[in-house]
Structure formats: C-alpha cells, structure tokens
T-cell receptor, first 117, second 111 residues
Framework: NAGVMQNPRHLVRRRGQEARLRCSPM?????VYWYRQLPEEGLKFMVY????????ESGMPKERFSAEFPKEGPSILRIQQVVRGDSAAYFC???????????????FGPGTRLTVL | GENVEQHPSTLSVQEGDSAVIKCTYS??????FPWYKQELGKGPQLIID?????GEKKDQRIAVTLNKTAKHFSLHITETQPEDSAVYFC??????????FGQGTELSVKP
C-alpha cells in the first residue's frame, strides 16, 4: 500500500515563474491537506480539499496561490509568479473519509522543496 | 486564534536516558493530538496520537499524556537510542480538520 506521493521532490524556479506541485493521496483517502514549512520552522496549514471541492483555504496567501483536487488525478498546488519568499518545503497529507465523531489521522508525503532563485 | 506552544526547542540526552517534550494548546474544542517525527530531508512521520477521551497512551518506548483541563500534552520517550535523534512536532486538530503544529523540538541522543 503506497504512501502519499509528491512530485517533484525538488523544484528550482526563477523569480516570476510558475511552480506546480503534485500530490497523490494514499489509496482510499479522499481528503488532502497542504502545509508549508519555512526553514527552521514548523508546518503551517495552507488548504484542505476533497475531490472537486475546496473545504478550507484560510491558510492560503490571498494572491498567486491556488489549489485543486480534481475528480481524476493528483491534487495540485500552484504558485504563480514565484518570489524568493516562496522558497520552502511544501507537504501534503491525506486522510480517509471522516467517520462520524472520529477524527482521522493525517499521513504526510515526503514533500517538495521549492527553491526560488 | 488557534495556537500550539512546544518546549523545549532543543533537547540533548544521553543514550538510555528519557526525553520529555511538552505542548500546550489554546482551542478547548481540540480533540485529537498527534506527534510526528521528522528526519532531515523527509516528511513528518506519525509516531503516536491521542484522542481527548483518554489521558494516556503507550506504544513500546513512546508514551503520550493529555491533560484536557490544563490543555497540556506531553511526549515521553524512554531508553532513548541514537536513531531517535530527529525533530519532533506536536499538533492539535483545529477548526475544520487542519492540524495546528508546535514549533518543533530538535532531539539529539548522544551515544
């Protein structure tokens, strides 16, 4: 049973370019979360998606960042016109469908390390 | 707002000793508290979690305790080994299902 997969593992972009980060959740998981980790810091929530729906985007910067989780294929985190401050590790996590009052574990992928030159 | 404080930021112990990491959370509605271990260049790996209906949970050398009244929870690692060296993060489940993470503790186990 494969874990959460992310690609690419490393991504280098020049200022002003676009970055696309992909996340394939664990088999059977329909919830995807994206987190950002700046150097020497903890993880910060960005966005929570289910298939074809954005559930919570309260952690997303208002401009240049967007996310989707289509019916088919991986979840995509897209950063337009990247700036140096976007350099960070981006992690996605997946969890299975909620089951009543039981909250579900989030399993993390290996991350994409974005470097903006 | 939702916040998790974690202490200490660094912890150095001798192999075989115990290590304790403490966290406090602000949202009294939080009911799920996972702990993750992150090695250099890798993603966070879940090592243990606890739900608000229990006060303690143990898995071999790792245990977690929860005090809901005080809004504290702690990770205890006994008989530490060099391979336990990593950054450990506590988290609390916040509004809507997102995890609110502490700042991390860099644990170093010296042989």
């Amino acid at each position: 049973n494969a874990g959460v997969m992310q690609n690419p593992r490393h991504l280098v972009r020049r200022r002003g370019q676009e970055a696309r980060l992909r996340c394939s959740p664990m088999k059977g998981h329909s919830h995807v979360y994206w987190y950002r980790q700046l150097p020497e810091e903890g993880l910060k929530f960005m966005v929570y998606l289910q298939k074809e729906n954005i559930i919570d985007e309260s952690g997303m910067p208002k401009e240049r960042f967007s996310a989707e989780f289509p019916k088919e294929g991986p979840s995509i985190l897209r950063i337009q016109q990247v700036v140096r401050g976007d350099s960070a590790a981006y992690f996605c996590a997946s969890s299975p469908r909620d089951s009543g009052l039981i909250t579900d574990t989030q399993y993390f992928g290996p991350g994409t390390r974005l470097t903006v030159l | 707002g939702e916040n998790v404080e974690q202490h200490p930021s660094t912890l150095s112990v001798q192999e075989g000793d115990s290590a304790v990491i403490k966290c406090t959370y602000s949202d009294s509605a939080s009911n799920y508290f996972p702990w993750y271990k992150q090695e250099l260049g890798k993603g966070p790996q879940l090592i243990i979690d606890i739900r608000s209906n229990v006060g303690e949970k143990k898995d071999q050398r790792i245990a977690v305790t929860l005090n809901k009244t005080a809004k504290h929870f702690s990770l205890h690692i006994t008989e530490t080994q060099p391979e336990d060296s990593a950054v450990y993060f506590c988290a609390a489940k916040g509004q809507g299902g997102k995890l609110i993470f502490g700042q991390g503790t860099e644990l170093s186990v010296k042989p």
